[in-house]
């Protein structure tokens, strides 16, 4: 028996209650220059920013609640090329099953294997697919790749030899909700002890989805439930939404933006946790990311990200920083200058 459910969740994204002490002299000075600071960079939702901004930074560190903190974390690798993708890299995902990065690009269709360097290991072309614009990693293989465009979900299996991987090989299943062309689902990330795909549309309007069930229906009678989380971003700081990760540590989402360079942390009832910049002018990085398009954290908690046209960036926290790159040096994307 087929059965497909869609409904709303009445939620709200809310602050983390935090306890804010009196301000000192030169905390307001800091807060006064950050606000310049932003303003200069991004006019874009700043004040937002500067609020949560405040919030944290006078909180007191043990009252900080269980979360991933992107904060606290600091750049290990930026702006790097990666080889054999010249543009429209557009998303990246943790394989867990071989420790291995995936990526894909959008123009000409390619899926790629990484390591944590940035490194190509292997290429797989895409045959027949629409704009993939988006990539996530359900285990033992499977892999879902996103048409921007169509709203469609293409299930398929990672060859074991490096090779093509054609459309008619997929599973597909198809969402038509809130269909406006070139601004449709730009990211997907799934959890896989709740078997839940969480799926951002980038704007016009910004839409959360979370589907359950969906991989367990697959190659049986289809049961799953449709839940629009979109009120989860009611307060959400930044312009668009061009990625989704799940981190299966804490249960909480990051939502990445494109457009105001910032990925912010949601926690499982949709309550903003943290963010971090990826602007030069509000960060440690030396240049801006020109278009971040894809985000993910790998089982030991290191984070990278992608961005247009085919440039790679890994972060990690402070007492963690040799676990992503060891024996690497830092690069930069100087060739965008």
């Known amino acids: 028996m087929h059965q497909i459910s869609y409904h709303q969740k009445p939620s709200s994204l809310k602050m983390v209650g935090l306890r804010i002490p009196r301000p000192q002299a030169s905390t307001v000075l800091g807060t006064l220059l950050l606000l310049a600071l932003i303003v200069l960079a991004d006019y874009k939702e700043w004040d937002r920013r500067l609020y949560f901004h405040l919030k944290t930074t006078l909180s007191a560190a043990e009252t900080r609640a269980p979360g991933v903190w992107l904060s ?3 750049v290990v690798t930026q702006g790097k090329s990666i080889a054999g993708i010249d543009r429209n890299l557009s998303s990246i995902v943790h394989d867990w099953d071989a420790d291995r990065l995936l990526a894909v690009s959008n123009g000409p269709a390619y899926l790629v294997s990484l390591d944590r360097s940035g490194n190509t290991l292997a290429t797989y072309p895409l045959q027949g697919f629409g704009d993939i614009e988006a990539i996530t990693y359900l285990g033992a293989g499977l892999l879902v790749l996103v048409e921007e465009r169509a709203h469609r979900l293409n299930f398929v299996r990672l060859p074991e030899t490096p090779g093509p991987i054609s459309v008619d090989q997929a599973q597909h299943f198809s969402l038509g909700i809130n269909l406006s062309g070139n601004k449709g689902y ?3 990330a799934f959890d896989p002890r709740s078997d839940r795909l969480f799926i951002v549309k980038e704007r016009d309007p910004m839409q959360l989805l979370v589907i359950t069930g969906l991989v367990a229906s697959l190659g049986t009678g289809l049961e799953i439930d449709i839940a629009d989380l979109t009120t989860w971003i009611d307060g959400y700081f930044g312009t668009d939404l061009s990625s989704v990760h799940f981190d299966q540590q804490t249960g909480h989402l990051l939502l990445l933006s494109e457009e105001s360079r910032l990925v912010v942390e949601l926690n499982t009832v949709g309550e903003l946790v943290s963010y971090r910049s990826f602007s030069s002018w509000t960060s440690d990085l030396n240049q801006s990311a020109p ?11 290191n984070m990278f990200m992608v961005s247009e046209p085919n440039l790679f960036y890994s ?3 402070p007492s963690e920083t040799q676990s992503v790159t060891p024996g690497t040096h830092e690069t930069t994307h100087s060739e965008l200058q």
């Open 72 to 74: 606290d974390y600091q």
């Open 186 to 188: 730009e990211g997907i």
């Open 291 to 301: 278009r971040p398009e894809g985000i993910t954290l790998d089982a030991q908690g």
């Open 315 to 317: 972060f990690a926290k």
